[in-house]
């Protein structure tokens, strides 16, 4: 099993040590030293007021944060939590993913999702309507750019020809692609253009709210997992190769007093099982010394004890 974090950026206001460039670098480093495997960054460039007082949080720029912390390690995976491809053109998002995989040695992870938010999408000029179309669109002109040269393009929403975009990332063929999302349209888009499938556990409230099917229990994920299967089959993928990430639902809080290592530490057994090959590690994000405590804390109690 590996591990992977979301910079624990989870309020508004957030913890401004957690904001800052020494926050940023020491969570990096304190991650990579407790044995963690990635960190992300979440992408919320224009969220609402509403949203915010709802129960939102702040965050920093994804790619710019990734780029600052791989400056400050040598060998911690950087994966987004996740990119909202929809907001960006896909020949930017290319390009910035490209230099990250690039400048870090080949330590980049595209993860990308759909998006749920109206007033951030109007804010950005991007009609919430088409923003499955696209999210297909810009799929494939990542993957055809980063992998080739004199790349032309036609689509509804999209319109490029003979475009050549150098330096190209290291890794090969081109940095991974996982796929945000519990619906049965996510996993098609894993068996059609993904190396991994990155749902999130939500009961129906937060399902509801974030547009997405429910999914909290190690049963309903595997019935996921069982789905992507026949997928990847009928796409002719193999899907041994790709990677699934969830959440630990077990085990409670990490860096609070209800967690307990072995609970945890079975709950990944069932994790195992049901074929996820990365968790998704929950931090605490009141102050820069609590998130550091949980990661010392999670390295010792748990990827100590693998």
Same mark, same amino acid.
Request: aromatic share 10%.
């Given at each position: ?38 960190? @992300? ?41 996740? =990119? =909202?491809?929809?907001? *960006? ?25 759909? @998006? ?18 696209? =999210? ?24 490029? *020809? ?5 330096? &190209? ?19 098609? &888009? ?40 026949? &997928?990847?089959?009928?796409?002719? *993928? ?14 409670? &809080? ?53």
């Amino acid at each position: 099993m590996r591990f992977a974090f979301t910079y624990p950026i989870i309020t508004h206001p957030c913890d401004p040590e957690l904001a800052s460039p020494h926050g940023v670098a020491a969570v990096a480093r304190a991650a990579e030293a407790a044995g963690f495997d990635a960190m @992300g960054f979440t992408d919320h460039p224009a969220p609402t007021q509403r949203w915010l007082d709802a129960g939102g949080h702040d965050s920093l720029d994804p790619f710019v944060a990734m780029g600052f912390a791989a400056a400050h390690t040598r060998i911690l995976r950087f994966i987004p939590n996740v =990119v =909202v491809l929809p907001y *960006r053109n896909p020949f930017v998002v290319a390009k910035a993913g490209a230099t990250l995989d690039l400048l870090s040695g080949g330590r980049f992870t595209l993860a990308v999702g759909v @998006g749920y938010l109206k007033g951030e999408f109007a804010a950005l000029g991007v009609d919430f309507d088409e923003r499955t179309g696209l =999210v297909e669109e810009s799929l494939e002109v990542i993957r055809a750019i980063w992998t080739g040269d004199d790349v032309s393009f036609e689509g509804s929403n999209f319109h490029a *020809r003979g475009i050549t975009a150098h330096p &190209r990332p290291v890794s090969l063929p081109h940095p991974p692609i996982w796929i945000g999302g519990n619906t049965g349209k996510a996993r098609r &888009r894993v068996a059609a253009h993904g190396d991994g499938w990155a749902p999130f556990a939500a009961p129906a409230a937060l399902a509801g709210t974030a547009r997405t099917a429910a999914m909290d229990t190690v049963e309903a994920l595997a019935a996921g997992v069982e789905d992507l299967k026949r &997928r990847c089959e009928e796409a002719g *993928r193999d899907f041994a190769g790709i990677d699934i990430c969830f959440s630990n639902l077990v085990g409670g &809080r990490v860096g609070y007093d209800d967690f307990k290592p072995d609970a945890y530490l079975d709950g990944l057994g069932r994790l195992a099982d049901a074929g996820v090959t990365w968790t998704q590690v929950a931090l605490p994000g009141d102050s820069l010394a609590h998130a550091i405590e949980a990661i010392e804390q999670f390295g010792e109690s748990v990827i100590g004890q693998q």
